[in-house]
């Protein structure tokens, strides 16, 4: 699980024991390398915490890090600042990759934050009762329907035949979907703006946007995927 | 991840697997959706109106075993029920007869809602109000 630290939480350098905090991978007194840092992904490569990410400013700062940390670097060095290089390397690739990915990223933030998102906090919110707001009511009745023509539509494969009313309403569902996912992504793109720009207020509201949009998206994704893998059989 | 004998027998012999007619008065329907994992599952009860049991109960589950076993589990449970005895089964009853883990713990949250979207739409139908139940109800739009 995530850990939020306070960087303002100075630790001591272990070779020269000046107290630096807690994000770097390298001492900035003694420029000898750290162990992993506790800190947050954003502190890691130096970004400002926020859902848009300068992705240039993202891609130098993680390929100048690589290079330090590189293994390569520390063969000979002693058994510490090896498994710290090995370490480093781990934390500033998983840094990289989260942060990169639009999806991963707002994730990432909003679990940050103190947003309770992914599968495993699924109904727990309110004491164990499950939040009939989360779920994107509008478009349950539809995905019921859809899941029901794939299987007919599964059904009708196995067995040799080609039903084309079937498939051509499949085609159509797969379209509307995938527009509806764009919409998704737009909504996202808002709320982003709105999280990065906004005051506390602001991005309480916007944050639960965001969670709900997410679910929407799963739910979304999770169709068109089905439908192409259906469609494609 | 290894599921339980209890949720691959479920999940292999699903019971009450169906459709009863949803424009029929005796029956009431519950359609709920899981977005974190984008599961669906629609249950439906026929009520004696008479006796307010539940005689006759069905399902279909779009998602995983564990949503497949939750929903099967449920139907089995409330087949037999008055309406009020359904209501007092909780989620975690089917977890604990399925031995479900943490991760799968909201297919089992999936089925207690299923099984109370289909009695209040049944309440509803039949002008059986309950506080609780219509608070409820409303709060979900």
Known sequence: MLKVIDSAVPVACWACSVAHNDSTLFCPHCSKIQPPPES????????????????????????????????????RAD??????????????????RTLKDPLFRTE????????EIGEEHAGKDRKGQSDPSRVPADLLEEVFELNMQLEEMRM????????????????LAKKKFESLLAAVDLDLRTEWKAWDTGDAA???????????????????????????????A | MAYSDKVIDHYNNPRNVGQLDKASTEVGTGLVGAPECGDVMRLQ???????????????KTFGCGSA????????????????????????????KELSLPPVKIHCSVLAEDAIRAAIGDWKKKNGVSEPAAVAAAQSAH
């Open chain 1, 40 to 75: 947050d992904y954003f502190q890691v490569l130096g970004l400002q915490r926020g859902f848009q990410v300068d992705l240039d400013a993202l891609e130098r700062e993680f390929h100048r890090l690589s290079r330090k940390v590189h293994p390569d670097r520390f063969a």
């Open chain 1, 156 to 171: 009708a494969r196995s067995t040799g035949e080609i039903d084309s009313v079937l498939e051509n309403g499949l085609v």
């Open chain 2, 68 to 95: 497949i076993a939750s929903s099967s589990l449920a139907t089995e449970w409330i087949k037999g029920k008055t309406v009020s005895d359904a209501l007092e089964i909780k989620n975690t009853d089917i977890v």
């Open chain 1, 79 to 96: 058994e510490n600042e090896r498994q710290w290089s090995l370490a480093d390397t781990a934390l500033l690739n998983d840094a990289y």
């Open chain 1, 202 to 232: 602001a991005r309480k509201t916007s944050e639960k946007s965001m969670v709900a949009l997410l679910d929407r998206r799963r739910y979304l994704r999770n169709l068109v995927r089905d439908v192409t893998e259906t469609l494609g």
């Open chain 2, 45 to 59: 009860i026929r009520v004696n109106p008479e006796t307010q049991v539940i005689e006759e109960a069905k399902f």
């Open chain 1, 108 to 115: 990432y933030l909003l679990k940050l934050e103190g947003a």
